[in-house]
């Protein structure tokens, strides 16, 4: 199986900064990574596709980046709404496989 | 508007069986593939399986962790997926997500997900 590797499980931040979340792949996955926001008793939401491609009606603050192993999501100004957990999934293989989340906390 | 609904979980014991649905609206359900995915209490998202459409004849794929035990089937005309659970234990505890991928030639993301049923074993 792919294990997916978020380095940090939290990160502390402030409405306005710039904050990036990193993501590591066991093997190379190419392009084949998902960036999904998860919010407290809330359905989770899609946010990137293909490593870099952000989804139907997700603002241009988030964006994805990274090919191969190693990918990051950075939003570029954090928003009082984008406080939530976020994971990366990769798609290439079967089994599906997730990171263990990134909590952005206030 | 187009959303998934699940429904079927509650509190069963071990070794007991549960069915859970996911019922989509607002869109050609037919021509997704269709995912299960679950989130133990506390903690992150684990893949349970897929069920792809009438196109690739319904096929399936499963987490080990399942296979053998939990049977996804889809009725189309309903709009509906299902998850057969069998010989339940204190490991599947957690909310279940369906989820479906993008119809869009070659890709393979999620684009939609439900709110979840919590399933108690």
């Known amino acids: 199986d792919i294990q997916m590797t978020q380095s940090a499980s939290s990160l502390s931040a402030s409405v306005g900064d710039r904050v990036s979340i990193t993501c590591r792949a066991s093997q190379v996955i190419f392009d084949s990574l998902a960036w999904i926001q998860q919010k407290p008793g809330e359905a989770p939401k899609s946010l990137i596709y293909d490593a870099s491609n952000l989804q139907s009606g997700v603002p241009s603050r988030f964006r994805g980046s990274g090919s191969g192993t190693d990918f990051t999501l950075t939003i570029s100004s954090l928003q009082p709404e984008d406080f939530a957990t976020y994971y990366c999934?990769?798609?290439?293989?079967?089994?599906?496989?997730f990171g263990g989340g990134t909590k952005v906390e206030i | 508007e187009m959303q998934l609904v699940e429904s079927g979980g509650g509190l069963v014991q071990s070794g007991e069986s549960l069915r859970l649905s996911c019922e989509g609206s607002g869109f050609i359900f037919g021509a997704h593939y269709m995912d299960w995915v679950r989130q133990a209490p506390g903690k992150g998202l684990e893949w349970v399986g897929r069920i792809e459409n009438r196109g690739q004849r319904f096929n399936t794929e499963y987490a080990a962790s399942v296979r053998g035990r939990f049977t996804i089937s889809r009725d189309d005309s309903k709009m509906s997926i299902y998850l057969q659970m069998r010989r339940l234990t204190t490991a599947d505890t957690a909310v279940y997500f369906c989820?479906?991928?993008?119809?869009?030639?070659?890709?393979?993301?999620?684009?939609?997900w439900g709110l979840g049923t919590l399933v108690t074993v």
């Open positions: 989820a479906r991928l993008s119809a869009v030639p070659r890709r393979y993301d999620f684009d939609l």
């Open positions: 999934q990769q798609y290439k293989t079967f089994p599906l496989t």
